[in-house]
């Protein structure tokens, strides 16, 4: 069913965000209590999440035993793990499980506009386009809005927001400052300033949350 808004759930993994994970994300478990709040605002207004996911094995390009911190890194959300599985605090509701494996077309957008649940995204790389079927979802869901949050804004973010600046011109694209953790904090402010220049707005929980109704926020162009 296409929705006006549209929810991302970048990557909220146990490996990612508690400190015994895998790939640490430093301070992400302070944003799990809004995490929490996003999804269950997301699941009773009926919003759908696309949540990606980083399902990885050991012959992925981004896993090394000597990893450089950038393009490649130590294993982590490894399938099969408890670290690759999201965080109980972002469950998704009878989610559609996407695999890289190219879909045809037509059947899967018939499928995606049948579904009445969430969805997730699987992925061997940072970037959730390498999920050949990410783009279709997408087109098939069409939203006026895309609300994105998760981790990190240095890597796995990057990708979604700067994907879909590219290929949705026209979509409004709203990032939760609140709801987002780095790697390396300095690029990730960085990083902020340069996608609101492209056209991304910066919006904080509270906002989306205590709104009486959707609609007054998706036409506010300010925080």
């Not at 579904?115 to 999920?131: A, E, I, M, T, Y």
Request: a negative charge; charged letters at 25%.
């Amino acid at each position: 069913m296409r929705s006006a808004l549209l929810f991302w759930d970048v990557d909220t993994l146990n490996d990612f965000i508690w400190p015994d994970g895998k790939l640490y994300v430093p301070g992400s478990e302070e944003i799990v209590p809004i995490l929490a709040r996003l999804t269950e605002f997301a699941h009773q207004h009926r919003i759908p999440i696309l949540a990606s996911a980083d399902n990885h094995d050991l012959s992925d390009p981004e896993i090394s035993s000597t990893p450089d911190w950038k393009t490649t890194f130590p294993p982590h959300c490894m399938r099969g793990t408890r670290g690759q599985l999201k965080i109980a605090e972002t469950t998704l509701q009878d989610p559609m499980v996407i695999d890289p494996e190219p879909r045809e077309k037509k059947a899967f957008t018939r499928e995606v506009l049948a579904h009445p649940g969430d969805f997730l995204v699987r992925k061997h790389s940072l970037d959730v386009f390498s999920n050949p079927n990410t783009v279709t979802l997408v087109e098939a869901l069409d939203p006026d809005a895309i609300v994105v949050y998760g981790v990190a804004t240095d890597f796995c973010v990057k990708w979604a927001i700067e994907g879909l600046l590219a290929r949705l011109p026209g979509k409004r694209i709203y990032l939760v400052t609140d709801s987002i953790r780095s790697i390396y904090p300095d690029e990730g402010d960085q990083l902020l300033a340069g996608w609101q220049k492209a056209g991304a707005q910066l919006i904080s929980s509270y906002r989306i949350l205590n709104q009486h109704a959707l609609d007054s926020y998706l036409s506010t162009r300010t925080v």
